[in-house]
């Protein structure tokens, strides 16, 4: 299978120090992503999904503990570079990203049209004018009306906020697009409209997505491979058919399980406990008190990442 | 992280409070300010305070005017203190009473010694004597000597016919005894003074060249005599005399420009300054509180008339309107707090406290017992309020000091209450006598800095008490 | 079509601005009538225009050449007499309500009458005068320092906003408690030290007695005047000023749109510029005119400490030899002077703001 790696991380660990202890937000996540294929990330809140992106893009808080680990795009491990450099070279030119809470992401004091057209003036150093009408150009590209390019945000509603922000995310053209939880504040139809938007500009522009979500089932639209997080770790990672048909890990089993389909009487599953601390993770297998194939050494020693071939790997004692 | 959230309890609040350093110190100044006020309020009864500040009778008579606190003399200079020597006393130290009748009359010649010792190096502030005299018809004939330590003769300073049973001899400014003095000098210095000293220099200067001006002189150390040889008429005729060496240094405080001793202002300022700062605050505060509760639940047209005044006021010139309606109409201190309190009413608290009602009108559990039937007093008072109320209780304790500040200003310009020692009182006077000019620092320094741990105490503790209640504060 | 609608655009601003001048207008008409109605209610007002109107009366009769030869009783009684008619037309014998209108109106048109004892320096005894000559100084010393404890809590409340947490932070947050104490008592304290004890700096005063005439050292005397009053108010508003500026910067800069521009590689100094200051500029502004309203009331007590010839010091020496057309005159100043802020204020924020701009469309 000849890949074409995007992006690589490789044990990425992002820890951040608060009074009550270290959260061990990110905690030696690895995965590859392929030019033009979308990888969702998908798992519960709380799980360090946005941690992850924010790792990946490099938006560090300030209560920052540990941030290690390699992001390699375009064969170069982008944690080598400096922050200046970082921004020069790869901020919003070789991966961008769309925040959650996109209502939010828009600066109110300025011009929709200027907001988008901004990555093109500080990156390539263009003319307003000639940004602006790029901005123009991708406005179309998302079904925008022209005329935002004067408005201000408060004047747009939900869904086309949120378009506006998938368009100043794609006007560099980057590479890799994160998508954290896109549609989660809006309602189906809007949603639909967005995931329909993100299919044609994948297929159209080649894209690669991350896309960050807890709803499984929207995950699959788009999904051609899928990971699994919990309590900061990658628990499964594996190709979006296989794992829908066949999730190895019992978590992976369980939130399949707890989706309803339609027209069917489910017996929904439904995951008892909750999601652990990321200060004080359960000793060994981080799933364990609420897995209902735990083992005698699941209690004892984390698991190791188990390869079940062509690209499916999992964090379970059950594989071994 | 609701764990502060509601939980306003009196014990966890004071607890989180000792976890700020701020908290402790607005505690600690709070509580000396609470003794103080106890204190001031259990010695000296309001009444007697009243009239000690307004220093009728010659209460104050014996204190020396302008004298700086006692505790001074650590610092250095040995400024001296007030010396009262009083011949009616009986065994009194230092007196010597000598009567003798002239036989065959109902004339008694008396010779009274007043001897005392004058450690200090500066110079007295004032020199009197008041008498007590018993007399019929004929007033005493006084003859008043002067002896310097170390001197053997004594110089005359006057001859004096006793005016009134209670006569008070102010030396200092006698004429005739200045003319005296400044012949005696004149004498020691073979020539005239470039500066004639005052008489309480003159009595008490060095003999030799340095009495040729104020600035030179120095106190001459010693004991010193005076003597009054009278004669006195009629059966039962008497003379007593007290004499009083004015020092520099009084009490804890000090003194004004009145002779009044600065303790009491500075002791009953405290409780006045807190009444009236903390009357102030809550009245304005729960008011307040009320009008946005009515504005924010209430609604239309209600709502939009609160709001509306809010406006005005905020356009009204607070000040100038007050010093008007102080001016005009020059109120005692109380009236002064309602007028206050009716100006600041309809303030900014109201728009904030309404903001907050409005969020808390929409909560679930609101329509919930709407729903069930809840009168609009109940939900009031038992949802709404006691939610809007922590809130408010950092700016009410912070804003105290404002209002202390406020009524200093108003005494500062002359607008206070002339019969209540405040710290702002005190201020104005000190200003007025030109306190700062005369290097008497201590008059200013001493409200000053009550009114300071005043601020501090309330502002301190207000901000701790902001951290709390607002938890959000401590992570941002 | 872009034209007309920006014309459009500025009409509808226009009309907003003219709203706002009315009805805050009106409550500077308020102002002015509580004014008149608390100064009489002890008859001070009446005493003074009566007093007015008498005096005019009389001067203008016995200027009058046709009365030269009039005995003073006849002059008197003609001068009654005369009075007593206009008293009678202007109405001023009419129940207090109708009074209190024409009170008004004297009051809104900066017919403040005369000064019962005060001048001013050029001579003039009408309040409006006094009053005027007095306000440049007043609006400088405290615009002024308005403006700079302005500058000084945006930059340092920036500055501390990045490095939250630090000693620095911790050490402002400490210590903004002291900015309850009012500037004009650190200006009592100040004087205690720089003039009283060290004897650097003046103790009040606008000039030095006697002034330098040359403008440069006459400027120069000025600004030392004004250093120790403008120092109490930076101090009294320094800690907690910078504090709240801090605060209210983190709060804005922790906005999800911040975090959008840092991660689309906007450089720090414009993220602070369009994304911080930006979005903040409204209640910034909210704030400035705030403090400047303040800023007037304070002035008053100020002015007293440190002997500044301007309208707070006319205050005090109003009250202490009891001039009351004086008093009320600059109750009605101020209350203009706050609409006027009060106006501005609406004025930019409406600039500001596209939010609120874009009502006008």
């Known amino acids: 299978m000849m890949t074409d790696n995007i992006l690589r991380v490789e044990s990425l660990n992002l820890f951040y120090a608060t009074r009550k202890g270290t959260v061990r937000a990110v905690d030696d996540v690895s995965f590859d992503l392929s030019r033009g294929r979308t990888i969702a990330l998908v798992g519960e809140s709380g799980c360090g999904k946005s941690s992850l992106a924010k790792a990946i893009i490099r938006l560090l808080p300030r209560n920052i503990d540990t941030y290690n680990g390699k992001i390699i795009m375009e064969e170069q491990d982008t944690m080598e570079l400096n922050e200046r450099s970082y921004r020069e070279a790869v901020r919003w030119k070789k991966i961008s990203m769309v925040f959650q809470g996109a209502l939010n992401s828009l600066n109110p004091v300025l011009q929709v049209g200027y907001q988008v057209a901004e990555p093109l003036i500080i990156h390539e150093k263009m003319e307003k004018k000639e940004a602006l009408g790029k901005a123009l150009d991708i406005l179309k590209l998302l079904r925008i009306p022209l005329s935002f390019i004067e408005r201000y945000p408060f004047e747009l509603s939900g869904g ?66 899928v990971a699994v997080m919990y309590a900061g770790e990658i628990a499964e990672i594996a190709d979006a058919n296989e794992f829908y048909e066949k999730p190895a890990h019992p978590y992976s089993q369980l939130l399949m399980a707890s989706v309803p389909t339609l027209r069917t009487d489910k017996d929904l599953a439904f995951i008892p406990g909750a999601p652990p601390s990321l200060i004080d993770p359960p000793k060994g297998c981080r799933f364990h008190p609420r897995c209902p194939h735990a083992m005698d050494i699941c209690m004892k020693e984390s698991p190791i990442r188990i390869d079940l071939g062509q690209g499916h790997y999992v964090r379970c004692w059950l594989f071994e | ?81 007030t010396i009262k020597i009083d011949s009616s006393v009986e065994n009194a130290e230092g007196i010597t009473k000598i009567v003798t009748q002239v036989p065959g009359s109902d004339i008694k010649l008396m010779k009274i010694k007043y001897s005392f010792e004058y450690d200090y190096d500066a110079f007295p502030s004032e020199f009197n004597i008041f008498f007590s005299a018993e007399f019929n018809e004929s007033a005493p004939l006084l003859k008043i000597y002067w002896k310097k330590p170390g001197n053997t003769t004594q110089i005359k300073l006057l001859d004096y016919i006793l005016k009134s049973k209670n006569d008070k001899l102010y030396l200092s400014r006698n004429q005739k005894v200045s003319e005296k003095l400044l012949q005696h000098t004149i004498d020691v210095l073979g020539t005239h003074p470039a500066i004639i000293l005052p008489v309480e220099m003159s009595l008490f200067a060095v003999e030799d060249e340095t009495m040729n001006s104020t600035t030179t002189a120095e106190p001459l150390k010693g004991i010193y005599e005076m003597t009054i040889e009278g004669t006195v008429f009629g059966e039962g005729s008497d003379v007593d005399g007290r004499l009083i060496v004015y020092g520099k240094i009084h009490g804890l405080a000090g003194t004004d420009h009145l002779r009044r001793d600065l303790t009491v202002a500075i002791l009953w300022g405290t409780p006045i300054a807190l009444a009236f700062g903390l009357t102030a605050s809550l009245t304005i505060s729960l008011l307040q509180l ?35 309606i102080a001016a005009f109409y020059k109120f005692n201190i109380w009236i002064l707090l309602i007028v206050i309190i009716i100006l600041s009413v309809f303030g900014g608290g109201v728009k904030s406290s309404r903001a907050l009602v409005m969020q808390i009108k929409e909560y679930q559990y609101i329509e919930a017992a709407k729903a069930y039937g809840a009168s609009s007093k109940r939900i009031i008072f038992l949802y709404i309020i006691p939610k809007i109320l922590p809130p408010i209780v950092p700016g009410l304790i912070g804003s105290v000091p404002g209002y202390v500040f406020l009524e200093a200003a108003l005494a500062f310009l002359g607008l206070g209450d002339p019969k209540l020692p405040t710290w702002g009182k005190v201020i104005n006077d000190s200003f007025s006598e030109g306190a700062l000019y005369k290097g008497l620092h201590y008059w200013v320094l001493e409200p000053a800095l009550m009114l300071v741990l005043t601020a501090f105490a309330f502002s301190f503790l207000g901000f701790a008490l902001d951290k709390i209640v607002n938890p959000k504060l401590k992570e941002v | 079509m872009v034209s007309s609608e920006s014309d459009l655009a500025v009409k509808g601003f226009i009309k907003f601005i003219i709203k706002r001048a009315i009805s805050i207008y009106i409550i500077v008409i308020i102002a002015a009538y509580l004014t008149v109605v608390i100064a009489n ?53 009419t129940p207090f309500v109708i009074r209190s209108i024409v009170y008004l109106k004297n009051a809104l048109t900066l017919d403040l009458g005369r000064a019962q004892f005060l001048s001013s320096d050029s001579g003039s005894r009408y309040v409006r005068n006094i009053i005027l000559e007095r306000l440049p100084q007043t609006v400088m010393l405290f615009t002024t320092a308005t403006l700079i404890n302005f500058v000084i809590n945006i930059g340092i409340g920036l500055y501390l906003s990045r490095h939250y947490g630090s000693k620095l932070d911790k050490l402002f947050i400490a210590l903004s408690p002291t900015s309850v104490i009012p500037g004009w008592f650190y200006g009592i304290f100040l004087i205690i030290i720089f003039a009283s004890y060290l004897h650097v700096l003046p103790y009040g005063g606008i000039l030095s007695v006697p002034a330098p005439t040359e403008p440069i050292p006459r400027f120069l005397d000025m600004l030392r005047h004004m250093v120790l009053p403008l120092s109490s108010w930076i101090i009294s508003n320094f800690f907690l000023g910078c504090y709240q500026n801090r605060t209210f910067f983190l709060i804005f800069s922790t906005e999800d749109y911040v975090e959008v521009a840092r991660a689309k590689g906007v450089p720090p100094r414009q993220i602070e510029r369009n994304y911080i200051l930006r979005p903040a500029l409204p209640p910034i502004i909210t704030m400035l005119a705030l403090s400047l309203i303040n800023s007037w009331g304070g002035a008053i007590i100020t002015e007293s400490v440190f002997n500044w010839k301007g309208l707070g010091l006319l205050t005090r020496s109003a009250i202490s030899i009891f001039d009351s057309p004086v008093l009320i005159g600059i109750t009605i100043i101020y209350a203009y002077l706050l609409a006027l802020t009060v106006l501005i204020l609406d004025i930019l924020y409406s600039i500001i703001d596209p939010r609120i701009k874009a009502k006008f469309d």
């Not at chain 2, 976890?19 to 009864?45: D, M, N, Q, R």
């Not at chain 2, 008339?305 to 008007?324: A, D, K, N, V």
């Open chain 1, 160 to 225: 086309m906020k949120q378009r506006t922000v998938i368009a100043m995310a794609l006007i560099s053209n980057p590479q890799i697009v994160i998508l954290d939880e896109p549609t989660s504040a809006l309602d189906v139809i809007t949603q639909a409209n967005i995931l329909n938007l993100l299919k044609r500009l994948k297929s159209e522009m080649n894209l690669s997505f991350i896309y960050i979500t807890h709803d499984i089932a929207v995950s699959s639209e788009l999904a051609d491979s």
């Open chain 2, 290 to 324: 009320v009008l946005a509760t009515v504005s924010g639940y209430y609604g239309g047209r209600v709502d939009s008339l609160i709001q509306r005044f809010t406006e005005i006021y905020m356009i009204l010139p607070f000040l100038p309107i007050l010093i008007m």
């Open chain 2, 1 to 81: 992280m609701g764990s502060s959230g509601g939980d306003y309890g009196l014990k966890g609040t004071l607890r989180e409070l000792f976890s700020y350093k701020s908290g402790i110190f607005g505690l600690v100044f709070l509580l000396l300010l609470i003794f103080i006020s106890i204190y001031a309020v259990f010695t000296i009864p309001y009444s007697e305070a009243i009239a000690l500040w307004r220093g009728q009778e010659g209460v104050y008579l014996e204190n020396p005017r302008n004298a700086q606190p006692s505790w001074i003399t650590y610092f250095g200079n040995n400024l001296p203190k």
């Open chain 3, 41 to 93: 209610m002890g008859g001070y007002l009446d005493n003074i225009i009566k007093g007015e109107l008498y005096v005019s009366i009389s001067m203008e009769i016995r200027n009058n050449p046709v009365y030269d030869g009039y005995s003073p009783e006849e002059i008197d009684k003609l001068v009654e007499e005369r009075f007593q008619l206009e008293v009678k037309r202007l109405g001023y014998d």
